[in-house]
């Protein structure tokens, strides 16, 4: 049982260079997640979604994209990166118990950088 | 603004001593609480976690308290040890808000000093 895993762990990107980061779980989770967190601030949360073939925006859903075509899989794309997206991003899922939503939990990370 | 925050950046605190973290939270419709470690150049991982109809929930080694009428929470870890050394995040869920993200406080940095 591997949780959360995501890929790459690092990519470095020229401004206007397009990417896709990939998360995947294995936990049979409904709700998945993308968040980024910049230096000394907590994470926000750019998109998420509630099942598969359904996102939804976040905090700071622009300049990102999100597909969810498989359950287990949650992809975070820039389609013209900036530097301003330069940050760690974090993927996230969860589950229900009881119509409850469950804890969060979060894979390793995706360093970017947009020069 | 943030409807979650913390008091203190950092907190230093003797090894063997117990710590405390505090947070503070503004939205009354906030029905799920967690607090996440997060060491240095990992993901967010969970602590412990309470509803709103808790006021105190144990685990090894950790409490956490909520105080609802002063929208306050509080993380205790006892006995600390180096490896309790990260950053310390409290996030808040919205009741009724869907399957939507956790709203996160900007963290406290624990340093535990031997």
């Known amino acids: 049982n591997a949780g959360v895993t995501q890929t790459p762990k690092f990519r470095v990107l020229k401004t206007g260079q397009s990417m896709t980061l990939l998360c995947a779980q294995d936990?049979?989770?409904?709700?998945m997640y993308w968040y980024r967190q910049d230096p000394g601030m907590g994470l926000r949360l750019i998109h998420y979604?509630?099942?598969?073939?359904?996102?939804a925006k976040g905090e700071v859903p622009d300049g990102y994209n999100v597909s969810r075509l498989k359950k287990q899989n949650f992809l975070l794309g820039l389609e013209s990166a900036a530097p301003s997206q330069t940050s760690v991003y974090f993927c996230?899922?969860?589950?229900?118990?009881?119509?409850?939503?469950?804890?969060?939990?979060f894979g390793p990370g995706t360093r970017l950088l947009v020069l | 603004g943030e409807s979650v925050g913390l008091h203190l950046p950092t907190l230093s605190v003797q090894e063997g001593d117990n710590s405390i973290i505090n947070c503070a939270y503004s939205?009354?419709?906030?029905?799920?609480f967690i607090w996440y470690k997060q060491e240095s150049g990992k993901g967010p991982q969970f602590i412990i976690d309470?509803?709103?109809?808790?006021d105190k929930r144990q685990g090894q080694r950790v409490t956490v308290l909520l105080n609802k009428t002063v929208k306050h929470l509080s993380l205790q870890i006892a006995a600390t040890q180096p490896g309790d050394s990260a950053v310390y995040f409290c996030?808040?869920?919205?009741?009724?808000?869907?399957?939507?993200?956790?709203?996160f406080g900007k963290g406290t940095h624990l340093i535990i000093q031997p």
């Open positions: 996230a899922s969860s589950g229900l118990a009881g119509g409850k939503k469950e804890t969060q939990y």
């Open positions: 939205n009354s419709a906030s029905d799920y």
């Open positions: 996030a808040e869920n919205i009741k009724g808000g869907g399957a939507d993200g956790l709203t």
């Open positions: 979604s509630v099942g598969e073939g359904t996102t």
């Open positions: 936990m049979n989770h409904e709700y």
């Open positions: 309470i509803r709103s109809n808790m």
